[in-house]
T-cell receptor
Framework: AQKITQTQPGMFVQEKEAVTLDCTYDTSDQSYGLFWYKQPSSGEMIFLIYQGSYDEQNATEGRYSLNFQKARKSANLVISASQLGDSAMYFCAMRVRRGNTDKLIFGTGTRLQVFP | SQTIHQWPATLVQPVGSPLSLECTVEGTSNPNLYWYRQAAGRGLQLLFYSVGIGQISSEVPQNLSASRPQDRQFILSSKKLLLSDSGFYLC????????????FGEGSRLTVL
């Protein structure tokens, strides 16, 4: 069964430092997509970055990069040069497509706190 | 451009009362639509999704139901709320372009007392 696991309930990082948020996934599909979302205290869900299973290079979007290790089934999010505004919940998700099914399943999230 | 709206933003309801949360999408046609629930401090749980008018798939047996009366309208309902229905409800539509990410509404925070 498809599953997303985020083992870090909470993480702390000092401003300007880099931080890695872990995500592992389980799927038997050959083609899949992995996503990271940010959820500030306001509750909105903000799309950050995407990695396709066939993409050979790690995805990058500004200060966000995705460390994709296919053999290990991990898709860790790396945030460089952390800012106070990065404090939020972060969710890893995987797109599941089978027949008429097309949906994203989410992990339980990691709460990141950036301190000065 | 595509937008998604859901309402009400906040709701406080007594146990046993009915519920109706509404979601509408603009700027796209025949979208896949989704209802997620986020319990306090928890992840997102997919409740329902719909690939077209009148087509509803339920992910988790529960006290809730969903309907899609129009192409761009998705409604989450309950006849009698339970305490366990409290949470943050998010409607989303799936982009079929680019990476295929979900775009979320603003969310509806439901407290059942």
């Amino acid at each position: 069964a498809q599953k997303i696991t985020q083992t870090q309930p909470g993480m702390f990082v000092q401003e300007k430092e880099a931080v890695t948020l872990d995500c592992t996934y389980d799927t038997s599909d050959q083609s899949y997509g992995l996503f990271w979302y940010k959820q500030p205290s306001s509750g909105e869900m903000i799309f950050l970055i995407y990695q396709g299973s066939y993409d050979e290079q790690n995805a990058t979007e500004g200060r966000y990069s995705l460390n994709f290790q296919k053999a290990r089934k991990s898709a860790n999010l790396v945030i460089s040069a952390s800012q106070l505004g990065d404090s939020a919940m972060y969710f890893c998700a995987m797109r599941v497509r089978r027949g008429n099914t097309d949906k994203l399943i989410f992990g339980t999230g990691t709460r990141l706190q950036v301190f000065p | 451009s595509q937008t998604i709206h859901q309402w009400p933003a906040t709701l406080v309801q007594p146990v046993g009362s009915p519920l109706s949360l509404e979601c509408t999408v603009e700027g796209t046609s025949n979208p896949n639509l989704y209802w997620y629930r986020q319990a306090a401090g928890r992840g997102l749980q997919l409740l329902f999704y719909s690939v077209g008018i009148g087509q509803i798939s339920s992910e988790v047996p529960q006290n809730l139901s969903a309907s899609r009366p129009q192409d761009r309208q998705f409604i989450l309902s309950s006849k009698k709320l339970l305490l366990s229905d409290s949470g943050f409800y998010l409607c989303a539509w799936l982009s079929v372009r680019g990476t295929g990410e979900l775009f979320f509404g603003e969310g509806s925070r439901l407290t059942v007392l």
